[in-house]
DNA sequence: AGCACTATGTAACCTATGTTACTGAGAACA
DNA sequence: TGTTCTCAGTAACATAGGTTACATAGTGCT
């Protein structure tokens, strides 16, 4: 666990943080579709992502679903953040995209260490102007683009955090996280097949270039 | 000034850190329509409301807005504070609602007081978190909503934040501010007319019951 | 092989929203 | 008063995207 601390954060704290962190947080391994928080859960502790990635999902009242962002290694989760602080419930549902290692951090922590460690306030706020930033984006692309424009957006985030061309999903659940219909999302997938940018397959998509 | 700020900060602020925000603080009074931030700006200083409202706006590549949300008395804008921290630039636009008086707090202020006082860190941090909150909530009226819900909502928070059920506004503004077409909005006010939820009138409308 | 299940392709259709064009009604002003 | 501008009402039309329905092709299991 040390190793890992310090490959991802150590040059974000200094070394007094980074011993507190391994003090207080425990190490936790989850795998590729663990649920890490639920919408309307309470938030125990505050993630710091060591490896993999977590996908952030919003939902509408008929449980239907959108992806918003996803959080990678070195990065954490600000709705945990404010949710820990003022204790309240989560907006949000937060799922392994892959294989994840993390380390939680007991909510008590966070304020302490606000107040004394330079680092660690650089470190939350900046974690919140990204996010922000982050879901000012995702607004835009909802706003502004049209489905076959966040389409591709969608593909080449997937194919960026996963870390390979093989995109290994139905064309039911692009649709879900998109929050369109399966109908729509093969339409469109056909007309980048035919373009020659994707080759499609059962239950999985090569990306050749977006 | 001292008036002013106590009666929107006293309650969220000690004693000793509104002796500071005293000395360091600029007082300004800006008219309606006042533009306080421009997309692609640096940002001086920190903004603390004391009356009025301010828009927060976000615009797409041809230039059209969409209406993010406001920003209302004892709040502040969330975007400058980490702007000022990362001194990065303004990714959104902020207009003056209607007369606003407010205190810009210099930047490097921000840091100090944030391991100085605990207030201030849970304003800073509580700040966050509602405006996150806000974003998503904005989002989530476009992801899913119509537009018809749309414009219902963006109506009845206009009311709210001006205080009276006049609003000033012509269809085509209204149009500018949702992202939409001003033939479309006209359409869909023309149906809440016929509705008995409002009165329409040449650049004014008149809300009844929304 | 035969069967059931799931993923994908595609057509036909519907609707919300956007676009263009034209109208007349008020407002501003010489 | 006449002219010009802005604002709003409305019709006609285009299109993206959602819905329903059905066909076909893999996949896995017996």
Redesign the pocket.
Known sequence: MIQELKTSYGHLFEDALINEILQVGTYKEVPSGFKLIEIGAYIKGMPLLVSGAIKILREDTDGNELLLYYIEKGETCSMSMTCCVGRTKSEIRAIAEKETKLIMIPVQKMEEWTAKYKSWRHFVLGSYHTRLNEVLHTLDSIAF????E?LVNYLKEKVRVNNKNRIDN????I?YEL??????I?????KL?RLGKVT??????EVLDL
Do not use: Q, Y
């Open positions: 683009d049209k489905m076959d966040r139905t064309h039911k659940e649709a929050h369109s219909s399966r109908v729509v093969s339409r469109l997938l056909k097949e499609l397959h059962r239950s999985h998509i």
